[in-house]
């Protein structure tokens, strides 16, 4: 598998990981709603990093507005 494959095969993750983040912060439970903040960060985090790659300056853009927001979830969840 070449470089740029990998690259392009880093959007599935992400995507995964978006979805998997959304289920969980739609938890009743505090801790999953916890996780779910934490994982919807390390999805910020690879769709930054395909976005770089892939020059999409809007997602990146809106992936880090939406860390932002994910920042503020994980603090107003805490007790």
Request: no cysteine; proline share 3%.
């Amino acid at each position: 598998m070449t470089l740029d494959a990998l690259w392009d095969f880093l959007q599935w993750p992400a995507m995964a990981a978006s979805l998997a983040a959304a289920w969980l912060v739609a938890s009743r439970s505090a801790g999953r709603r916890n996780a779910g903040f934490w994982v919807f960060l390390a999805s910020n985090v690879l769709w930054v990093a395909w976005g770089l790659h892939d020059d999409a300056w809007a997602l990146i853009a809106l992936q880090l507005g939406l860390a932002v927001l994910n920042i503020r979830g994980v603090l107003k969840n805490d007790p």
